[in-house]
């Protein structure tokens, strides 16, 4: 089994800056891609960024200049800078993680969700 474990949500006001973190363990011989989702009330789960193993980069257009997804392969965490925010990244923000858990088995993960809430 792998377990993830995301921190870093809270309640930020318009313009300001949070830091999400999502640590992946437990059964891994390897990770591919790592990626942040979000969810906002009443709308469907959206992508807001993804990394592959080898640090290549995707940006939903609405999020790009202001986010910045980044990961540390020694510790199987992935990391969601987010500036400039505003009020409509408000959402439950999971992480989702690609891993081998032995070669030749993939399987994805998903975090529980941290909540964002960016208000004055």
């Known amino acids: 089994q792998v377990q993830l474990v995301e921190s870093g949500g809270g309640l930020v006001q318009p313009g300001g800056s949070l830091r999400l973190s999502c640590a992946a363990s437990?059964?891994?011989?390897?990770?591919?891609?790592m990626g942040w989702y979000r969810q906002a009330p009443g709308k469907e789960r959206e992508l807001v960024a993804t990394?592959?193993?080898?640090?290549?980069?995707n940006y939903a257009d609405s999020v790009k200049g202001r986010f910045t997804i980044s990961r540390d392969n020694a510790k199987n965490t992935v990391y969601l800078q987010m500036n400039s925010l505003k009020p409509e990244d408000t959402a439950l923000y999971y992480c989702?993680?690609?891993?081998?858990?032995?070669?030749?088995?993939?399987?994805?993960?998903w975090g529980q969700g941290t909540q964002v809430t960016v208000s004055s």
């Open positions: 989702n993680v690609d891993v081998m858990v032995v070669p030749g088995f993939r399987r994805s993960y």
């Open positions: 437990g059964k891994i011989f390897s990770i591919n891609d």
């Open positions: 990394i592959t193993s080898g640090g290549s980069t």
